[in-house]
């Protein structure tokens, strides 16, 4: 499929706690989408504990801790090209600092991603895990959130906790809801129910949707070990399918006219909102 004249699309993907499967979607998503003929980038925003570098198997020289510090200029300096041709922006993992930049840091970020000016459908922010500031940011920041869940307690109850503080303090009311590591549709259905019954009792106001699921499958836990996309390693494994129909729903959503403005306009309202 061709690319379009489409408005640039951004997505945070998002989750309660971590062990969710979170990165996996980023970057299976993305890599899904740039087989639609979609010029994706992937932006890697969990600042402090980065690894979606990791999940594709590559190995970046310089990271956008080089970019916030003056090591490199241009935000082209740190882009490493991923399976399919997806553009990474890889953060660095172990540094503290990265997750509480300063105010002239942020600047200097603005100014970077604003420079960039080749063409781009899709921008993918992977979020950290849990409730930091930085998350509801991102989130605030975007035009869609997906929220991936599992079905075990801890995760439901998490994933409620990020969508009550992503309403009740920043009025957000839509969510995409993706469901990892389930039997089947039935019971992406139900988790979904659960999730639906709990905000329907304390958050009327909040509408769930189900994006998608994604099935168990011994071939995502094998690409994992590979250090590669499951959508690339095996392609025709049911989670591989399920990505790529994933990423067929995503595509269709539409984007408002006035939402664009480039990868920078969103780095701008994203730290300005921060």
Not at 90 to 100: H, Q
Request: aromatic share 4%; charged share 20%.
């Amino acid at each position: 499929m061709p690319r379009t004249n489409q408005p640039l699309k951004v997505i945070a993907v998002a989750s309660g706690k971590g062990g969710v499967g979170k990165t996996n979607v980023s970057v299976n998503l993305s890599v899904a989408l740039a087989r639609l003929g979609r010029e994706v980038m992937l932006f890697d925003a969990d600042l402090g504990l980065a690894n979606a570098d990791v999940l594709l198997g590559l190995r970046p020289e310089r990271t956008l801790h080089d970019l916030v510090t003056g090591q490199v200029d241009d935000l082209q300096d740190v882009l490493i090209e991923g399976p399919d041709g997806i553009k990474v922006i890889p953060s660095a993992s172990g540094i503290a600092a990265m997750a509480n930049l300063t105010q002239l840091e942020h600047n200097g970020l603005i100014q970077a991603f604003s420079a960039y000016s080749k063409p781009l459908d899709v921008l993918v922010v992977d979020t950290a895990a849990g409730l930091q500031e930085s998350v509801t940011t991102f989130c605030r920041a975007v035009q869609e959130t997906l929220i991936v869940v599992c079905d075990e307690p801890a995760s439901i109850t998490d994933a409620y906790a990020l969508i009550k503080v992503l309403h009740r303090d920043h009025g957000m009311r839509r969510f995409r809801l993706v469901t990892n590591m389930v039997q089947d549709r039935a019971g992406a259905e139900r988790l979904l129910q659960k999730l639906t019954t709990v905000c329907d009792n304390y958050l009327p106001e909040v509408i769930l949707d189900l994006a998608g699921y994604i099935p168990m499958d011994e071939n995502l836990r094998k690409a994992v070990q590979k250090r590669a996309p499951v959508v690339q390693q095996y392609p025709g494994s049911p989670a591989a399918k399920a990505f790529a129909e994933l990423a067929r729903t995503v595509d269709r959503w539409p984007v408002a006219r006035g939402a664009d403005g480039g990868v920078g306009f969103f780095v701008e309202r994203m730290l300005q909102s921060a």
